[in-house]
């Protein structure tokens, strides 16, 4: 069964510190590695995705991916409060097979 | 990023009515969209995969005869949700894959099933 975890939180970090949100997948077959975004209440935002093994860095956001330990992280700079929101992680084989997502991981930033 | 839309984003039914809801790419085509469940601080759960011109392919547990999927264009996918009931209660979203591998999500509807 294809799983994927992640501490579900709350993660609380203080204003302009950097918050670290970890996932580990089980499917040794996964290509794809995506971060989305969910506030309370509303759907998914894709913030970050990541194919290869590595970092990836898009503005205050960083995506990390080690494929040999089947964990990929997501790094946030100068957190603010508007980033406090669920942070789900997901993977899929590539194509176009579904995503399996983890459970998401609360974040809150503290003014 | 791509646009999936998805209306209503809100319904409230009574129990035994039928509620269908669209969801449809605005600036892609998409040949296949997914339909993810989520309850109340709990995770997407992937329903049914939806393909253009041909049946959905249903997750295990999912009632293909309550929740029927119709996938009638490149640009729209619907949901029906039939004879709802208090249970179906949720937060229903829709998703589309761009011409990458990049999954988007359409706004969602909450369903409430009086």
């Known amino acids: 069964q294809k799983e994927v975890e992640q501490n579900s939180g709350p993660l609380s970090v203080p204003e302009g510190a950097i918050a670290s949100l970890n996932c580990t997948y089980s499917d040794r077959g996964s290509q794809s590695f995506f971060w989305y975004r969910q506030y309370s209440g509303k759907s998914p935002e894709l913030i970050m995705f990541?194919?290869?093994?590595g970092d990836k860095e898009d503005g205050r956001f960083t995506a990390q991916l080690n494929k040999a330990s089947q964990y990929v992280s997501l790094l946030i700079r100068d957190s603010q409060p508007s980033d406090s929101a669920t942070y789900l992680c997901?993977?899929?084989?590539?194509?176009?097979?579904?995503?399996?997502f983890g459970k998401g991981t609360r974040l809150s930033v503290i003014a | 990023g791509a646009v999936v839309s998805q209306h209503p984003s809100r319904v409230i039914c009574k129990s035994g009515t039928s509620v269908k809801i669209e969801c449809r790419s605005l600036d892609f085509q998409a040949t296949t969209m997914f339909w993810y469940r989520q309850f109340p601080k709990q995770s997407l759960m992937l329903m049914a995969t939806s393909n253009e011109g041909s049946k959905a392919t249903y997750e295990q547990g999912v009632e293909k005869d309550k929740f029927l999927i119709n996938h009638a264009s490149l640009t729209l996918s619907t949901l029906t949700v039939t004879s709802a009931h208090p249970e179906d209660s949720s937060f229903y979203i829709c998703?589309?894959?761009?011409?990458?591998?990049?999954?988007?999500f359409g706004s969602g509807t909450q369903l409430s099933v009086l």
């Open positions: 997901a993977v899929s084989r590539g194509g176009n097979t579904p995503l399996v």
């Open positions: 998703s589309a894959r761009d011409e990458g591998e990049k999954l988007f």
């Open positions: 990541i194919y290869s093994n």
